[in-house]
């Protein structure tokens, strides 16, 4: 699809509510996973992972299922983003929406009149 979204912004841990609010709406099936997964951790098999869901599809049966607590949320409050759409020339097609006051502090991104869009060179 040769398409990609840049973000640019400041990065701040979600209050635990927020990340509680935001667990909570996820499918159970994400949930449980959550719960059992070491990230990025190794593990000996997809058996082994697959035995560990299953494990604690059973022991939460019934049961809403709580938000471990190394699973949160990061909150980027956005002062840039640039969408490039590939093309074969390489000729590609850039936009950038940046604050229109030049600054790199956050703003909504429904306020239009916070953002200008700039055309960029490939």
Do not use: C
Not at 48 to 60: I, N
Not at 66 to 82: K, L, N, S, T
Not at 84 to 89: K, T
């Amino acid at each position: 699809m040769e398409r990609q979204v840049r973000i640019r912004g400041l990065a701040e841990v979600a209050a635990p509510e927020d990340s509680d609010a935001y667990f909570a709406v996820r499918p159970r099936g994400s949930q449980i996973g959550a719960t059992v997964s070491k990230q990025s951790q190794p593990v000996t098999s997809r058996e082994q992972m697959q035995a560990e869901y299953d494990a604690a599809t059973a022991e939460l049966e019934g049961q809403d299922v709580p938000r471990p607590d190394h699973w949160g949320g990061f909150r980027v409050r956005v002062f840039e983003i640039e969408f490039w759409q590939g093309q074969q020339n390489r000729f590609h097609d850039r936009w950038v929406f940046r604050r229109a006051d030049g600054s790199h502090e956050a703003a909504d991104l429904d306020d239009s009149s916070a953002w200008e869009v700039v055309r960029l060179y490939p």
